[in-house]
């Protein structure tokens, strides 16, 4: 669930990001209907890359989490945790992409690796939020009976 979660995330987010600040800055849209048809068309650019490492980044989250839940013990520690594994896995996402040769090159400049940070972050944020209860419920479920 998580990996089917951060990869659609991670989609939706970088289809919104390039959206604002690259087409809609541009001008290369003058109506509503031109950005969703060309937000429509981003999105099935990002599916593969975003979609793809954001999967493989959810699955190995949800397993550092799990391990982690027994010392986690608030919402906060939580979610903080969350950040830094979003901020941790996105600048993996470059060296992703030279490993499959995919993408352009400037992605590994400052501000394509600012670009990477800010979709994941967000995405391990939001994952952090939406199934804190989840994650806290088995740090404070009680020990089993010993006989």
Known sequence: M??????????????????????????????????????????????????LFGFVCGVISRLYLLVRSAHITTTVRLISECGIIGVLFSLCFSLFLRLLAWGPVEWTNLNGILFIVSVGCPVSLLYGILYRRNLLHRSSSPPAPTN
């Open 2 to 51: 998580a990996g089917i979660f951060c990869a659609c995330a991670a989609t939706l987010i970088s289809t919104l990001w390039v959206g604002l600040f690259l087409v809609v800055p541009a001008h290369a849209v003058h109506d509503l209907k031109g950005f969703f048809s060309v937000a429509f068309s981003i999105l099935f650019i990002a599916l593969v890359p975003a979609g």
